[in-house]
């Protein structure tokens, strides 16, 4: 049994369990089920969210516990061999859950099916979310497999139960960004190989310029707490390109001169991300590692 796993949190996820809902009608009911784990949500998204109980398991938190420990919770409330794991905001096109259902014939350890975006979110007010989505997070399956690990993603993947109750998400991350990261690195750590396929959803929620520059800040500061933990293996921090950058400049005696110019330019260097005109992903990097060097050398 594949275990179609949903975490929701502030989002109308019911025509995602609808679509998912009508694609497992054809199969048997021993192959899926759905569960959903709300995790505590305004009001008005528990309220539109209800119809879910009709199509599948929905359990509704109390309180936030995180993107982390949310996905390890999955493990108490399905019982499939495999959990497929989706974000809430996806569209999942014909054919998707059979694709998955396919692979299952090797007897996989944790399966890729990787995400795009609608070139309709390429407007001004999208921009920073679709660009860095579109060109760095998201990647067709055949670049996906040169790094198998560093190209591992939470929004659509398959995982074995028994490789979950191993290696589980690191339940101290609680705010937005890279848990998908050092996951990824422990399954390499492990040696459970990564499979890639071609079945992508497309992401459906694509923030406003500000949102996202406000978790692009989280996931640094997450970042930055791992990095604390793990500075010394140097094989982690190779496998992620901020880290790797960092510890490039670090070498070379430039953080100190990195900040000057980030702390100069910060502000205007937001406000034009936010306008969603002409951005660079290269400016983006550089934003990036100065939020990461100011939160490790200058955040007294």
Not at 34 to 43: N, P
Not at 98 to 119: C, F, H, I, L, Q
Request: with cysteine; aromatic share 12%.
């Amino acid at each position: 049994m594949i275990s179609i796993c949903i975490p929701i949190y502030n989002h109308y996820a019911y025509p995602l369990v609808r679509r998912l809902s009508t694609q497992t009608a054809s199969a048997d009911k021993e192959d899926y089920e759905i569960v959903c784990i709300d995790d505590h949500s305004s009001s008005y998204y528990v309220n539109q969210n209800k119809g879910i109980a009709e199509m599948a398991t929905l359990v509704q938190l109390k309180t936030n516990v995180g993107r982390a420990r949310i996905r390890n919770l999955f493990l108490k409330y399905t019982k499939g061999d495999y959990l497929l794991f989706l974000d809430c905001d996806s569209h999942v096109p014909e054919q998707f859950l059979s694709k998955y259902n396919k692979t299952m014939a090797t007897n996989p350890s944790v399966v890729v099916g990787g995400r795009v975006y609608d070139e309709a979110d390429n407007d001004a007010g999208h921009r920073l979310r679709y660009l860095y989505g579109s060109k760095v997070e998201s990647q067709p399956m055949e670049v996906r497999m040169q790094h198998p690990y560093r190209s591992f993603q939470t929004s659509n993947f398959m995982v074995r139960r028994d490789v979950l109750e191993r290696i589980r998400f690191d339940e101290s991350i609680t705010k937005y960004g890279h848990e998908d990261t050092l996951f990824g690195y422990q399954l390499e750590q492990r040696r459970i190989p990564i499979r890639h396929i071609d079945n992508p959803v497309v992401n459906g929620d694509v923030e406003e310029n500000a949102e996202f520059l406000h978790k692009t800040v989280e996931a640094v500061e997450n970042l930055a707490e791992i990095y604390d933990r793990m500075w010394e293996d140097q094989r982690f921090c190779e496998s992620v390109k901020l880290l790797s950058t960092y510890s490039r400049v670090r070498r070379m005696g430039l953080q100190g001169v990195v900040y000057f110019f980030f702390k100069m330019f910060k502000t205007p260097m937001e406000n034009h991300f936010v306008s969603g005109k002409g951005i660079s992903l290269k400016q983006f990097s550089f934003y990036k590692l100065g939020l990461f060097i100011k939160q490790l050398h200058y955040n007294n």
